[in-house]
Structure formats: C-alpha cells, structure tokens
C-alpha cells in the first residue's frame, strides 16, 4: 500500500471549515483513499472513502486531486467533538487475506478551539 | 449503520489467566479483524476471519488464538495472559467486497497485572 504523509498538527475555531491534507504521491490506479478519525481511547471511526471523485456524506467531504496524488478532507462546521486525530490511509481495493488489514500512520492532531 | 459491539471496554486480568475478548458484529460482514493498538506502534493485525470457522494469522499472532463459530461473532483468546499483552484491542469487520471501510469496535483496553 502506498504510504501518505500528514502534517502532524492542525487548529481550527468552532464553527470553521477545517481542511485536512494528505499526500499520497505514490498512489497506484486501484488504491483507494480512507479516512478516519480517531478520538482518545475509542475505536477508530470511518469517515469516508473514495477512489477517483470527490466524495461527501453526512460527516465530511473528500476532494482528490485529478493526479490523484493528493487528497484533502473537508468538516465544513468543525465542532468541539471533531477533536481527534485523523488517519489518512491508501490501500488496494483488489487486495484479499490479510492484506485486508490497516495500517495507520501518525495522523494529524485536529484541535478545534473555541 | 454498521455496528461493531465489543464485550468489555476496560477489563483487568492477572498474570497466567485465560482470557477472552468477544466481538460482535450486526450487518453481516464476512471478514472480521483483531488489532491491537500500543502508543508509538500503531494498529498491528492480530488475527483475521473471512469466514466460519475460518481465520488467518495477522503479523503478530504469538499467544493469542481466535474462534469464529457464528458468522456476526468473532473471539480473541490470551491463552495465558502475560504483562507484554497489556494493550488496546480492536475489532473489526467489513463485507467482502475488499473495497468497502473497515468499522471498528469501540475497543477493549486490556490491563494485565
């Protein structure tokens, strides 16, 4: 699976857009882009998952860039629960076993401040 | 949605215990994960289940083993608990299109003393 890099760190004031970035610049054609967040001493939360197109559920927005290379996840009204850290994960949707399984990296700490 | 149920979130054990960690999933997924989670480590895959009765090591299997008699449950065993197994555990499911998003569990933090 491809690796992604994020800034360790974010701030955003309730309220605000909060923009997440991720690179994944070595992305190849079947690997999917996931997000999840995760807040202090739970599970892991989905959040959303595309391929190619931009994506938007309930929770959030997902924009990809034409060259795939890049990604970036949208809160479009951050609140005080939207506190965690935010994984951003590529993995191939062709693959089976335990190649199913994730891997996590270090996340961005997203702050939301009052 | 899809909902991951784990037993226990807290749960304390003693060293030389057996102890068992159950999950329960209700939306039919055929594939169910153990991870376990250590700070400065990430999400290690323990065991995985594709189906009944059916299971795959993950990367670090020594001293666990699993059971998956029903399809929505999925057990992880610590056939003698040690200190060195003090962690968070997750579980997880997602159907077999391997595309779909893995949903976790809200966790299960394991202190062995």
């Known amino acids: 699976d491809a690796k992604t890099t994020q800034p360790p760190s974010m701030d955003c004031a309730e309220g605000r857009a909060a923009n997440l970035p991720c690179n994944h610049s070595?992305?190849?054609?079947?690997?999917?882009v996931y997000w999840y967040r995760q807040i202090h001493s739970q599970g892991p939360q989905y959040i959303i998952h595309?391929?190619?197109n931009n994506e938007t559920n309930e929770m959030a927005s997902l924009i990809i860039t034409e060259d795939r290379k890049s990604s970036t996840l949208i809160l479009p009204h951050a609140t005080l629960r939207d506190t965690a850290v935010y994984y951003c994960i590529v993995r191939d949707g062709n693959s089976g076993g335990s190649n199913y399984k994730l891997t996590f990296g270090k996340g961005t700490l997203l702050t939301v401040n009052p | 949605d899809v909902k991951v149920t784990q037993s226990s979130r807290y749960l304390v054990k003693r060293t030389g215990e057996k102890v068992f960690l159950e999950c329960v999933q209700d939306?039919?997924?055929?594939?169910m994960f153990w991870y376990r989670q250590d700070p400065g480590l990430g999400l290690r895959l323990i065991y995985f289940?594709?189906?009944?009765?059916?299971?795959e090591k993950g990367d670090i299997p020594e001293g666990y083993s699993v059971s998956r008699e029903k399809k929505e449950r999925f057990s992880l065993i610590l056939e003698s608990a040690s200190t060195n197994q003090t962690s968070m555990y997750l579980c997880?499911?997602?159907?077999?299109?391997?595309?779909?998003?893995?949903?976790f569990g809200d966790g299960t933090r394991l202190s062995i003393l």
């Open positions: 070595t992305i190849s054609g079947n690997e999917y």
């Open positions: 997880a499911s997602t159907p077999y299109r391997s595309n779909q998003p893995q949903h």
């Open positions: 289940s594709y189906d009944v009765k059916m299971k």
């Open positions: 939306m039919d997924h055929e594939n």
């Open positions: 595309g391929l190619k």
